[in-house]
Structures are given as structure tokens and as C-alpha cells.
């Protein structure tokens, strides 16, 4: 069982989005995945109940035992952790369960310079681990056409950790499909939203195959 957990402790980071869609992808592919909504708010729990078709899997765990209660359930190949924002218990508890650290991030200064405690967090966890544990940032919500994403790029590097070549645009398709409880993937596969969230979850695959073959 694999485990990735999404998180960004400043809200507005794309955190829902990226793991409702990297469930989807990773389902599509045929692993069997489990969605951890680990945010008071719900939303992935939200999501989950207007779902119809392809269910996925989601249970609520919103306290900071995640990487305890994740063991008393049934193993699938996939755990996503939808992280919740401005709760440092829930985020240790989440990096604790976590195989791969994926923090969305706006290309924004005040989002960049929000991320340093979060950062601070995951690099604690890959020393104790002595370097099982990976993590990336992933540009969210950039503007098409814009070069902001490569400057954020460059900057976020300063942080220690590698940035993905992935990055995901602001689009209206993500929210509008949100609302029917489904993704990009399944409404629009072939739309630019579908690449880059296919990209993304093969990229990630494909850092965790690399680290198991070590």
C-alpha cells in the first residue's frame, strides 16, 4: 500500500482537486485507491456524495491518528490523504502515513512563504526516515500563458525540494466537474485539464517506482 498525501497548510492551494483527481487517475488505471478526507471541512467527502458513476472510496479521518487508523483498514494499492489547512497536528499525522509529500502551491509570494512551516515538517520526517519518505512541490493553479510558474519554480527550489515537472492551470473545468461529484478525466478526457492530471499522477508513479526499486 502506497501512500500520498496532499497538503499545503494555506487553504485555496488546489488540495481537493488534485487528490479527488489523482484518486480518479490512479483508479482509471486500474489500482484499487482509497480517498482519506482528512479536512473538518469535508470536501472531498462533499464530492464524494454526489458521485454516481465509478465510485471511489472515501472515509473521513479528520484527527490526528491517520497513520494509526490507515493500518486498522482493509489495504488497497493506493491511499490519497486530501490534507486539511492551518492544523499542524493533522499535517504531522498525514506526513507520518505518508510514502510521497505532494504540496500544491500558487504562484504566489504569500503562498511560497506560507509553505516554510509545512517544509520545515516534511524534512524533519525525511531524516528520521533517513530519505524513505519523498516529497515535491506542484505549481497549482497557474495562469496559461503565464512565465510566473517557471519563476515560482526556481524560487520553491530554495526550499530543498525538488519541484515536479507538472504543472497544474487554473481552469473552470475542475470546479464545474467538482459540483457533479466527477473530475476532468471522466467529463472531458481530452481536454488540457485531463493532460496535466494524468501527467501529474504518472510522474508521481513513477518517483515512487524508482524509490521501491532502490
Do not use: C
Amino acid at each position: 500500500m502506497k501512500t500520498i498525501a496532499v497538503l499545503n497548510q494555506k487553504g485555496g492551494a488546489g488540495k481537493t482537486t488534485i487528490a479527488t483527481h489523482l484518486a480518479t487517475a490512479l483508479q482509471h488505471s486500474g489500482h484499487s485507491v482509497l480517498l482519506v478526507d482528512s479536512d473538518p471541512q469535508g470536501s472531498a467527502r462533499d464530492w464524494a456524495a454526489v458521485r454516481e458513476e465509478h465510485p471511489v472510496s472515501v472515509v473521513g479521518i479528520d484527527r490526528p491518528t491517520i497513520e494509526r487508523d490507515l493500518k486498522s483498514l482493509a489495504p488497497v494499492d493506493f491511499v490519497i490523504i486530501d490534507g486539511a489547512p492551518q492544523a499542524s497536528d493533522l499535517a504531522v499525522s498525514a506526513i507520518k502515513a505518508a510514502d510521497f509529500v505532494l504540496i500544491p502551491v500558487q504562484p504566489s509570494p504569500y503562498d511560497i512563504w506560507a509553505t516554510a512551516e509545512l517544509v520545515d515538517l516534511v524534512k524533519q520526517r525525511i531524516e528520521i526516515t533517513d530519505g524513505k519518505l519523498k516529497a515535491s512541490f506542484v505549481v497549482s493553479r497557474a495562469i496559461t500563458g503565464s512565465n510566473i510558474g517557471k519563476e515560482v519554480s526556481a524560487t520553491l527550489e530554495e526550499y530543498g525540494l525538488p519541484v515536479l515537472n507538472t504543472k497544474i492551470s487554473q481552469r473552470v473545468d475542475y470546479p464545474g466537474t467538482a459540483a457533479r461529484g466527477s473530475t476532468v478525466i471522466e467529463d472531458l478526457p481530452r481536454s488540457e485539464g485531463t493532460r496535466e492530471m494524468l501527467e501529474l499522477s504518472a510522474e508521481i508513479e513513477s518517483i515512487m517506482a524508482e524509490q521501491e526499486a532502490i
